[in-house]
């Protein structure tokens, strides 16, 4: 198989398949930055993932509110309701310390906040509401006290008490008012699932604060990991429909390219030849590399040591912008012109609606050129690392056949040089005679 057209048609896709995930991949990225997806997606995980596990709408129906919910976030729509606003999640949100690590103004939710800091602001914020409901609490404790105890008293010994004993009298109360149906009273800013939540860690605890603040951030990071899942999740729900308009908009159809490919030995050698010459060229692209990619990481950081990210902001942009562009006049365009990619000046058409009514029309007439487009939309969701792997291994299986190829061909060029006659002469005085061996 060394050096074989299978090969070669399997590199010259796979190099396809990792420029266009490369393309996708910038595109991805600045519209990430631009709506700021991440800083949203970790606001999501910490309100409602967090906060609030109160849903009990299907998976059909989840769905679909998934999808509102990201384009309203795209449009910076709030479909929030009063009550919503009121929740401990969007306490959280409002905190200074919080607002601290928003990049601007026009970016105020920060995409990344430290653990020890969420905890720090849980627990401001329980002691603040404790402070703000501290009648109403020392009211319902005294309500189901059996020991007889003036309101003052109650009041003293509430206000003096422990910060352990404040974020417990607070959670016992709101517990006592989620379970009173049609309550005039105010609203609680915890619902029933995260009280049971922070009892339990409080009680764990054994009422000890150091203790209690430990596994609220152990409960944070573990909240974190799973946010990592979802961020990657809707990156690949991204990137494949940008694949799939992508391969629209250029005519990529994976079909009808592996045809080409095998049946054309020199666009297939020259695909082959930039595919080599590539791989040295993005060895140091963050793109190709797990750790920035949707992939990968950098999905929603808790480190502190990203700031970056919000600081330089469209500075980042204007990097994905280019990189963009870089890619579409080098590499994407000379593998396009290779495998002649394109819509062959839309049939004709010069105004822009018969040039879209032209590919609309040639694409989905065609079912073989949808599951073309769908192929390409597939393998750019895997993600660029993926695909420099695969090619970078492939290039190395082609090139250790070619040096076995030379190798072979030099030891036998060895063996016959050393089997070629050679002629003695020899002088014999006695006869005079040559004798020739």
């Known amino acids: 198989m060394f050096n074989s057209p299978l090969l070669d048609i399997t590199i010259g896709l796979v190099f396809i398949f990792l420029l266009y995930s490369l393309l996708v991949t910038s595109i991805n990225e600045a519209i990430a930055t631009t709506f700021g997806l991440r800083a949203r997606m970790l606001k999501s995980a910490i309100i409602v993932g967090m906060l609030s596990n109160t849903s009990k709408d299907g998976r059909l129906k989840s769905f679909f509110k998934g999808i509102i919910g990201?384009?309203?976030?795209?449009?910076?729509?709030?479909?929030?309701?009063?009550?919503?606003?009121?929740?401990i999640g969007e306490k959280i949100f409002d905190h200074p310390l919080i607002k601290n690590y928003g990049s601007s103004r026009f970016f105020p939710i920060p995409s990344y906040i430290p653990t020890n800091n969420f905890s720090t602001v849980l627990i401001d914020v329980l002691k603040n509401?404790?402070?703000?409901?501290?009648?109403?609490?020392?009211?319902?404790?005294?309500?189901?006290?059996?020991?007889?105890?003036?309101?003052?008293?109650?009041?003293?010994?509430?206000?003096?008490?422990?910060?352990?004993?404040?974020?417990?009298?607070?959670?016992?109360?709101?517990?006592?008012?989620?379970?009173?149906?049609?309550?005039?009273?105010?609203?609680?800013?915890?619902?029933?699932?995260?009280i049971q939540i922070l009892q339990m860690h409080m009680q764990n605890s054994l009422y000890d604060m150091n203790q209690f603040v430990r596994k609220i951030e152990g409960w944070f990071d573990d909240?974190?990991?799973?946010?990592?899942?979802?961020?990657?999740?809707?990156?690949?729900?991204?990137?494949?429909?940008?694949?799939?308009?992508?391969?629209?908009?250029?005519?990529?159809?994976?079909?009808?390219?592996?045809?080409?490919l095998?049946?054309?030995?020199?666009?297939?050698?020259?695909?082959?030849?930039?595919?080599?010459?590539?791989?040295?060229?993005?060895?140091?692209?963050p793109r190709v590399k797990k750790m920035v990619t949707a992939d990968g990481v950098e999905v929603i950081d808790n480190s502190g040591q990203n700031?970056?990210?919000?600081?330089?902001?469209?500075?980042?942009?204007?990097?994905?912008?280019?990189?963009?562009?870089?890619?579409?006049?080098?590499?994407i365009s000379d593998a396009n012109e290779i495998i002649a990619a394109g819509w062959n000046e839309y049939g004709g058409a010069k105004s822009w609606s018969g040039k879209v009514g032209f590919v609309l029309k040639r694409t989905f007439t065609s079912p073989r050129k949808v599951l073309?487009?769908?192929?390409?939309?597939?393998?750019?969701?895997?993600?660029?690392?993926?695909?420099?792997?695969?090619?970078?291994k492939l290039v190395k299986i082609r090139n250790s056949g070619k040096k076995e190829e030379e190798a072979g061909v030099a030891a036998q060029s060895k063996s016959n040089s050393s089997q070629t006659p050679v002629t003695v002469n020899i002088n014999t005085q006695s006869t005079g005679e040559e004798a020739v061996g």
């Open 262 to 285: 095998s049946t054309d030995k020199d666009a297939r050698d020259k695909l082959v030849q930039i595919a080599e010459q590539a791989i040295g060229r993005y060895k140091d692209d």
């Open 223 to 260: 909240s974190m990991n799973r946010v990592s899942g979802w961020y990657k999740r809707q990156s690949q729900f991204i990137l494949f429909l940008l694949g799939f308009t992508v391969a629209l908009i250029f005519n990529v159809d994976t079909l009808e390219i592996s045809g080409k």
């Open 307 to 331: 700031n970056e990210i919000n600081n330089e902001i469209f500075k980042e942009y204007q990097a994905k912008s280019d990189s963009v562009k870089n890619l579409l006049k080098g590499d």
């Open 129 to 194: 509401d404790f402070n703000d409901k501290l009648k109403e609490i020392a009211q319902f404790k005294l309500n189901g006290s059996k020991v007889d105890e003036t309101p003052e008293d109650t009041l003293l010994n509430l206000s003096t008490a422990t910060d352990a004993v404040k974020i417990k009298e607070l959670l016992d109360y709101y517990a006592h008012l989620n379970t009173q149906s049609g309550s005039t009273g105010p609203v609680s800013i915890l619902d029933n699932e995260t």
């Open 70 to 87: 990201f384009l309203g976030g795209l449009i910076h729509h709030d479909d929030r309701s009063p009550e919503d606003k009121l929740k």
């Open 372 to 392: 073309g487009f769908m192929i390409l939309a597939f393998a750019v969701s895997l993600g660029a690392p993926f695909w420099f792997d695969l090619l970078n």
